[in-house]
Each structure stands twice: as structure tokens, then as C-alpha cells.
């Protein structure tokens, strides 16, 4: 479906549609300048237009999102209200918009007739003070309060800003009232938003509450595969280098634009010049992305730590004991300073008690083979993972 159908279409007010005709048009004997479409007074009303590319199908589903998909999915199902608002929140990159619209997306097709306004905070409060300068609250109401599903995005914007608070409220209590569905993201918990007035807080808290974890190493690599298979059809004549993926994965693990933008780049940039993606033009083509980054995590805390979740002493850690309550730790700990330093593997080796840079890689692709047989390794990864990205 394209842009411009998601737009148009009817059954979703958005921001081609957004103002009704608010005052008489003018008369035949006069030339009316021409406005655009969905102006107020000529002033130009900019919404929330669907992205296309937004979908439940295009939305990768792990651990850390589970959660949140499962509540988005049961909302855009419709039928009765059973959580009231239904608030998605985390950091940034990790798909509360892909949510968001994948919601909206999913009841439009379902119910063409639903009335559905979807827009950020920062469009809300526009528009709120727009209609204050104009005039025009009845109509600002009226239109806010007859819809029959209200989607509002990053709703933080409005902390601190008393008379949207004040507007916001009294439209949330009118469409909760009418038992209509409300849906918002934001990037913190109700609670922690500290300029947000407390019975908006109150009402935020009053449904279903989801947290969208930061994204691990299997979620990331899923993303970063879907991907690769939509861009395969674009670029039919590229390939991908076994490892560059799992590098990705790897490196970038804060934000999933900033991932999925890495991928684009790579793949616009071996087209032009007809190249094989592979290790070096990663590195080469991503510089500065992958400086930014850089975990400032050291081969000495990796250790530490390591040796704390295992109850080892550091010295066993990197002395020559092969017991395995030593030795599987000991591999656990080179894996992750492969991929959670900068270091190479000659100099990993050296940190582990002068071993070569064969034993480094041969402990790391052991724990890369056992994590995906063995739910305790893979659960220890990510423990120690997040303890050491902290």
C-alpha cells in the first residue's frame, strides 16, 4: 500500500484530513486564495501520515518486545475495551512508532469505517494552541472527542506544558467516558515524568503499562536479517559476507534505526561500487558509526565480572587450570571481549595469561556454538551483557 493511499484513505484521520471547514466559504463574486488542503486559515496543519513500511508483518518479535507486541496486536484486534489506555514505553529506536502504526494500520483494514486519529504530542499541542489564537475550541473539541480511537505518540512532549495538560485531560476523560480506545507511547514510565501533573500520570497508569526493553544480540541480528532479504530484491546482484551480520549485531546495539541505517548504507554503498559486502568495507564503510558505538567496556572489568558471576577467583580466571568450572567461564569471558571490545585477538589472548590467538578463537566459537543449545549460557550472555553495558 502506498504513502499516498495511507493519507487519503478513508476511515483514518490523519493529516491530509485533519480540519473540517470552520468558517463560511467565501462569496461567488470574490477569489478565494487557495489553500491547502487540510489548512487552518491558511496556516498549514501537519499530522501524523502512516508509514507504509510500519507494519505487524514487518515488526520482528524477541524477548525484549514480546510483550508489547502481544498487547499492540490484541488492541488492534478491536472488539471490547480491555485495557484503557494501553501506554508503550521505552528508549529510543526500540518500536513503540512501529507499534503505533502497525496498530493503526491493522484497524483500518479491519474496520474501514473506524473513525482513528493518530498523532504525536507536539502535533496535539499545535493544534490546541492553533485553536486557542483562532478561536476555534468547540471545533477542537468537538473533532477530538468524536473520534472513535486516539493515538497519541511521545506524549513526554507535553510535560511542563500546563494549559495542553489541562485540554489533554479533559479530552482523555470525554473518550474513556465513551469507553473509546486511547493509545499512547512515550519514552519513560508514566511515573518518571516529572513535569507531567499527577492525575495525568493517574489516568496514564490506569491500563495496561508495557515496556519495550532494549533490543538483545538475537533480536538485533533478526532485524538485521529481515532486512537483508527486503533489500535482496532491490539489489539482486549484492551478497552479504557470512559474519558481517553477527558484527552488526554485535556492535550496534543502542538504537535500531541507527542498526538498520548501517545496513542501508552498506548496501547503497556496494552497489555504487560493485562490491561483495564483507568485513573490510564494513569497517571501512561504517567508521564512524561503529566509533560511536564503541562500548568503553575493558578486557579487566569483562574478567572481574565474569569471574564474580561464576564465583571464581580472577586469578584462576587467566592462570592455566582446564577444569571446566574454570574453563567455561574463562571462554564465556573471551567471547565477550571479542565482542565487546575493540581489542584484538593476539592482544585478548595476552590478557588471559599469554595464549595464543588460536586458543581466543577457539573458546569463542565454542560459546557461539553452546549458547544456541544451551539456555543457560545464552541466559548468562545476556546477564552478563546488560550488566557490562550498564
Known amino acids: ?114 473513525n482513528i486519529l493518530f498523532l504525536s504530542a ?8 492553533q485553536a486557542l489564537r483562532e478561536k476555534q475550541m468547540m471545533d477542537f473539541k468537538q473533532l477530538f472527542r468524536s473520534v472513535d480511537v486516539l493515538m497519541v505518540d511521545d ?31 512515550g519514552d519513560r514510565t508514566p511515573t518518571e515524568m516529572s513535569d ?37 530484491e532491490q539489489y539482486p546482484q549484492l551478497s552479504i559476507e557470512n559474519g558481517v551480520l553477527e558484527f552488526l549485531a554485535h556492535r550496534i546495539s543502542t538504537n535500531v534505526r541507527v542498526l538498520e541505517g548501517a545496513l542501508m548504507r552498506l548496501f547503497a554503498m556496494a552497489s555504487l561500487v560493485g562490491r561483495k559486502i564483507d568485513m573490510a568495507m564494513t569497517q571501512d564503510c561504517l567508521a564512524d558509526i561503529l566509533r560511536a558505538s564503541e562500548r568503553k567496556v575493558s578486557i579487566d572489568e569483562i574478567q572481574r565480572r565474569v569471574a564474580e558471576h561464576y ?18 567461564p574463562r571462554q564465556i569471558a573471551m567471547y565477550l571481549c571479542k565482542y565487546m571490545t575493540t581489542r584484538s585477538l593476539p592482544e585478548i589472548g595476552r590478557r588471559f595469561g599469554g595464549r595464543d590467538h588460536t586458543t581466543i578463537m577457539h573458546g569463542v566459537k565454542r560459546i557461539e556454538e553452546l549458547k544456541e543449545k544451551d539456555t543457560q549460557i545464552a541466559d548468562d550472555l545476556e546477564l552478563l551483557r546488560r550488566s557490562l553495558e550498564a
Not at 507536539?122 to 494552541?129: C, G
Not at 479533559?170 to 469507553?179: E, G, I
Not at 564465583?311 to 567455561?328: D, F, H, K, Q, Y
Open 1 to 114: 500500500m502506498s504513502r499516498r493511499t495511507s493519507q487519503t484513505s478513508a476511515g483514518l484521520v490523519s493529516s491530509a484530513s485533519f480540519w473540517r471547514p470552520l468558517r463560511p466559504a467565501a462569496a461567488p463574486a470574490e477569489t478565494a486564495p487557495a489553500r491547502p488542503r487540510g489548512s487552518l486559515n491558511g496556516t498549514d496543519v501537519h499530522g501524523a501520515a502512516l508509514d507504509a513500511r510500519y507494519t505487524f508483518d514487518t515488526f520482528v518479535v524477541g524477548k525484549p518486545n514480546e510483550l508489547a507486541h502481544a498487547a499492540a496486536r490484541r488492541v488492534a484486534e478491536g472488539g471490547p475495551v480491555t485495557f484503557n489506555p494501553l501506554f508503550l514505553y521505552g528508549g529510543v529506536g526500540l518500536g513503540k512508532t512501529h507499534l503505533m502504526h502497525a496498530i493503526a494500520w491493522h484497524m483500518r483494514q479491519q474496520q474501514p469505517d473506524l
Open 122 to 129: 507536539e502535533q496535539f499541542m499545535y493544534r490546541f494552541v
Open 155 to 185: 506524549v513526554q512532549f507535553i510535560a511542563g506544558k500546563d494549559s495542553t495538560q489541562e485540554e489533554f485531560f479533559h479530552t482523555f476523560n470525554a473518550l474513556v467516558d465513551q469507553n473509546k480506545q486511547i493509545v499512547i507511547s
Open 196 to 232: 507531567m501533573e499527577n492525575r495525568i500520570v493517574s489516568r496514564l497508569q490506569s491500563g495496561l503499562v508495557v515496556d519495550l526493553h532494549p533490543t538483545d544480540y538475537e533480536l538485533r541480528l533478526g532485524i538485521l536479517q529481515q532486512k537483508v532479504e527486503a533489500y535482496a
Open 311 to 328: 564465583n571464581i577467583r580472577l586469578s584462576e580466571m587467566i592462570g592455566p587450570t582446564r577444569v571446566r568450572t574454570v574453563a567455561r
